[in-house]
């Protein structure tokens, strides 16, 4: 029972609600499909379905592989079946950054520690922290587009590089300041699975009460900072840190933008990060207080609890059994809170999606999403249950009008027949430069002034009397004039701007 919550706290209720809906043949709905998307930060909601199945065969693959590595080195030190099921245990905790091991048995509190030395363990072990912990999108990168990075998303570049700092850092710090006892090997190993397992893995291979404070603090910096969006791993997340470092930046440099990778992010992402900041920090400072005050402890061990609990890691300084109701209480909400996530809950309160409180404040929104009628089918619905005041969408067949009217569309366009259309009109038309359509008999014509038309004022020609057209103005070598008299003098190579019927405009020009 422990292993299967660990599974679906790892993957997300929702993702595991769709899987058990996508294995069992059931349709998936727009509402799901929108919902599975926020669970896992896609950036559409096209291909969620496709996104799933990817998950769930990736997440098979990395966890029976992960328990595979490290069955032979369990199954040494245990009996064959009790290795086999510690490997997978340990393999899918570990994944799942849940952190939750079965070495109790040994010593409390001991985790990993015993496996210290085993370069098999810990490589399989960080491994699958690493894996679970860069996202699900980061693998669909991956899997699409191979080691090509410059043709990932840029999330999932900010994601890779920002993870390749935040372990690298933290572990050349844990093996320079720390475990200065042990062998160089030894001591590599250990500062290295320190570095991962902090970003809400949970295990460890060192006994972090035998950490300086230095350490330790460096240890509850990247509980808090935790791993990627729409991962396994909790934290306020690394994508949150990178906002806030590159806006630092900005301010520093004196720059307007904040940008990442030569592109702008929008304020609403920067004010995004901060706030999360601030209810991560105010929720661990104020938790770490309450528990200093509750329990007469120092404050640091209550700040790496506090820490701890709303990273979901798992990691502790051997306070945790001694503490009383209150401060267990506090900890169990900081743990859903780091699990659900801080903006979802403040959301869930509010009543309101994020989206129907900006949605309404546009007055069109257009869908013109390629070739991918279901994607522009989806995208139509939701913007019309988010509140938009008018939804203008792309179709190429009457038959895709019919459904996007169906599903929310106020209006349908067909642009490449509009375009289809106006290119054979200029093309069979003499001397014709451009086209507003008023209605089905009326338009604004701009026409090439025609050769017998030269050196013929306007009153001359009398085209108002004689077709009902009038003249709005003359284009002169790129320049308009409005101001149009009877005693106005045309000339070749102006054009003329002609409003009117149709069927009128026709009586002049071949159209």
């Excluded at 990075?149 to 999330?155: A, G, L, M, N, S």
């Amino acid at each position: 029972m422990i292993l299967l919550l660990i599974q679906i706290g790892g993957m997300g209720v929702v993702t595991v609600a769709v899987s058990l809906a996508y294995l069992s043949g059931r349709k998936i709905g727009l509402m799901q499909r929108s919902t599975m998307q926020e669970a896992i930060s896609a950036p559409q909601v096209g291909g969620i379905v496709r996104l799933t199945g990817f998950i769930l065969r990736a997440t098979a693959v990395m966890e029976l592989a992960g328990a595979a590595l490290l069955a032979p080195v369990f199954c040494r030190e245990l009996s064959i079946g009790k290795g086999l099921w510690y490997a997978l245990f340990h393999s899918v905790s570990a994944f799942c950054n849940a952190g939750f091991d079965l070495m109790g048995i040994q010593s409390p509190y001991s985790s990993l520690t015993v496996f210290r030395s085993s370069p098999l363990v810990n490589g399989a072990v960080m491994a699958l922290i690493i894996l679970g912990g860069l996202g699900f999108l980061t693998w669909d990168d991956v899997r699409a587009d191979g080691f090509h990075v410059k043709q990932y998303r840029v999330q999932s570049k900010v994601i890779l590089l920002t993870s390749g700092v935040l372990i690298l850092v933290p572990a050349v710090c844990f093996y320079c300041l720390e475990f200065q006892q042990l062998p160089a090997g030894e001591r590599f190993f250990t500062a290295l699975f320190q570095s991962v397992t902090t970003r809400t893995a949970g295990f460890n291979t060192a006994e972090l009460g035998e950490m300086s404070e230095g350490g330790q603090l460096l240890m509850i910096l990247l509980m808090l900072t935790g791993g990627a969006p729409g991962s396994t791993a909790g934290g306020m997340k690394i994508t949150t840190l990178a906002v806030l470092i590159l806006a630092a930046r900005a301010v520093f440099l004196r720059k307007e933008d904040v940008e990442v990778l030569g592109r702008r992010l929008p304020n609403g992402t920067v004010r995004h990060a901060v706030a999360l900041l601030l209810l991560y920090l105010g929720l661990f400072l104020g938790c770490g207080l309450l528990l200093h005050r509750a329990e007469g402890l120092p404050l640091l061990p209550c700040l790496f609890e506090t820490a701890s609990a709303i990273g979901t890691v798992g990691l502790t300084l051997g306070i945790t059994g001694s503490l009383g109701p209150l401060s267990r209480s506090a900890l169990i909400v900081l743990m859903f809170f780091g699990r659900v996530g801080g903006l979802t809950l403040i959301h869930a309160f509010s009543g309101l999606h994020p989206s129907q409180r900006v949605l309404p404040h546009y007055d069109v929104c257009f869908v013109a999403i390629g070739d991918e009628f279901q994607s522009s089918l989806e995208t139509t619905s939701l913007l019309k249950e988010l509140g938009a005041k008018k939804v203008v969408s792309r179709a190429s067949r009457d038959v895709q009008k019919k459904f996007l009217l169906r599903n929310g569309a106020d209006e349908v366009v067909y642009p490449e027949k509009q375009l289809a259309a106006w290119t054979a009109l200029r093309y069979t038309t003499d001397g014709l430069l451009d086209l507003i359509e008023l209605d089905q008999d009326h338009a604004i014509y701009e026409l090439a002034i025609p050769a017998d038309w030269d050196g013929r004022t306007v009153g001359e020609l009398d085209i108002r009397k004689r077709y009902g057209l009038n003249i709005l103005g003359i284009r002169t070598g790129g320049a308009l004039s409005m101001a149009v008299g009877s005693d106005t003098l045309l000339r070749l190579g102006q054009s003329v701007l002609l409003v009117g019927k149709k069927g009128n405009i026709q009586k002049i020009f071949r159209v």
